[in-house]
């Protein structure tokens, strides 16, 4: 209702503007313009503004509320106000702030090396799909396979390959390739390897994802380029470095930020595994899998709304470093 | 003072609202009652029954009885779901009650928790007398709370350590035959290692790895080992001091130094296929092992830590919601479940003890002198969830509503100590958070 009065309000003032009228022209016509780019721009981005607030802003304002009361999942007793509480034993109740840390630092780990081998290795094999080949769309759906198996199917199937002894396909594979040298090793379940197993299994399954957004990029470079770098006798390693890099440095930067995102979503992997047995959680918590067990197997609510605000803050203040710090050039 | 509160609840409930939707529904919807007792309602109509999905057979037991249900009279139709038996007790705690069925099934330790959050209806109005009479003693006890009845199973459970005679004979270890003579830890470790001797890989125990340890199985198969050796779960509403005994953590230890033995039956074949001589699993392999096995098969009771060797009990068991409107029907429904017909389908299905006195009375499997004697010996000495004496054998886990903190953080221990951890660490890490946990909800008190 209150949007339409300012309408009713403006009639009457036109009827007053008359007598001002020839002052009008003499105003320059650009600010009215501008104030409607302003008010387009407010408009056109109202539903993604919307979307933001309704899923980010308000669930995160209430994630913060939940975190400073001492909440149950269907528990009789009225939620009480418990301050700052859940915070102080998030950092400084050695019980409950060890795994906490452990899995920021996990969370840490995880991203610092699957941003990196995950791209490169994405653009190794876009660089080498990205050929006329016959049946070269074969290849490409064989990578991009694994993307389209969930997560859970994946960490099922990645089971039974670390499974420790010599039923684990791994273990006897390498048993075999070993002359019977290697011992049942327990990928999963030794703290040294656990994470790295992981990222191993997370990095097949995700690494056609971005390998088919390179390879878009890729194509984007006309061929020309190589064309002419050739003619200039540059070797491949220069083509490389000089025209395929610069050419998809956005289509790069975006992957990278991507992969960083996902990459502190983990869960799934983790929450299968632990599931199946057999996998360290100490070596392997993420945050992500310590606030859904806190949630939902342990009924805390409010406990679990207090991780989720500091991983927030986290993620958020890393994505801003990143974003300085690997910014795209203008040219898009 | 009240209205301040009231606001907290409401932004609370609000946020929950918003964040958690479903979890919302349960916390403020469960609040606004204050009458747990179902509508008796008609009598006739449609009714909906939840229940898990474990094994096929099961499955197939619950269905057929759902069946003959719906086709033996015409006044009462029921539509039974299937939920998937590890988000099952999530399924229930994060729909609020309204929108629970009339019949729902529970893993016998989630019961109090239910009762709590006011999700469940006594049954004694809506079940026959001839029913609840016909109930042993121990599915009426695990039903029950503060003199009403919440539940009734169709089968118990037990633990034992399923042998393989053959691979036992090969390797000339003895083994016991009833629980009285039941392997100490020692003793247990010692076959272990005779076993690996005569074993191609060095594993001789399946531990049933592939469900977890962080999980209710955790708990509810390696509880025994800390009963066992004295200690407790959880002691007059304290953790502390009955988890992290001295004997617990000597027992967890030696718990720990069999992981080298355990094969990790990623295929669940091990023991089916010889591949283990020892299956620390519970009645419930029995059809897959006696059929894999035939006469090779030997089931005995868990080791001894030194208080006598216990076993968990209590089972899936069914109750009726609280927000029921035809609750009358859904005890029609209960009564025809726990016929002995259908105890008798179910418990042959999945090899379980039946807890009706007629079906159990009936059973070839657990009759003096049956192939699982042992199972009903074990149950026969039920010590309850506090009394745990050296003569007793089958515990109940901790029935209140704390219990689903209570197994979170022993599965976790347990997963930890199986990893490698310092079980002494472990358990005390465990204790205080469960202790810390029940201060918060002020002991779990059942209004």
Known sequence: MKSVEPAHAAPPAREQAPPVTDVKPARPARPGRRNRDWLHGLLMSTPAVAGLIAFVGIPFCYAVVLSVHNVRLGSPLEPTFFGLEQYRRLFTDPDMS??????????????????????????????????????????????????????????????????????????????????????????????????????????????????????????????ELYEAAELDRAGRWQQFRHVTLPGIRGTLVFVVMLTSVLSFRVFDQVYVLVKGGGLNEDATRTVMYQAVTTAFDQNNVGQAAAITVVFFLIVVALTLIQRRVVRPDNED | MSSTSRKYRRTACTGLALVLPLAALAACGGGGTTDTSAESGSGKGTISVWAHQGQKSEDAAVQAAVKSFNSSQSDIKVELKLIPGNDYTKTITATDASELPDVMEFDGPTMANFVYNKKLAPIDDFVSTKTMGNATDASKSQGEIGGKHYGLAMYDSGLGVYGNKKLLDAAGVKYPTSVDDAWTADEFTAALKALKAKDSDGKTLDVQEGNGLATEWGTYGFAPIVWSAGGSLLKDGKAEGALDTPASVSALKTFQSWKSYVDPNTDGNAFAKDRVALSWVGHWMYPTYSEALGDDLVVLPLPDFGNGPKTGQGSWAWGIGADSKNAKAAGAFMDYLLNDTNVTAMTTANGAPPATKTALAASELYKQGGPLQLFADQLAKPCGDADISKSCVAVTRPVTAGYPTITAKFGEALNSIYGGTDPKEALSKAARAIDQDFSDNAGYQIP
Request: proline residues 4%; aromatic residues 10%; positive net charge.
């Open chain 1, 98 to 223: 060890g795994p906490f840390l452990r899995s920021l630092l996990n969370n840490l780990t995880f991203a610092v090396v699957v941003v990196p081998v995950q791209t490169g290795l994405a653009l190794g094999l876009a660089i080498l799909l990205n050929r006329k080949l016959k049946a070269i769309g074969v290849f490409r759906s064989l990578f991009f396979m694994p993307v389209v198996f969930p997560m859970a199917l994946v960490a099922v199937i990645w089971r039974l390959i670390l499974a420790r002894s010599d039923q684990g396909m791994l273990n006897s594979a390498l048993d075999a390739v070993s002359f019977g040298n290697w011992g049942a090793f327990d990928w999963l379940g030794d703290s040294a390897t656990a994470m790295a197993s992981i990222i191993v299994l997370s990095i097949w399954q995700g690494v056609g994802f971005q390998m088919v957004i390179l390879l878009a990029g890729l194509q984007q470079i006309p061929g």
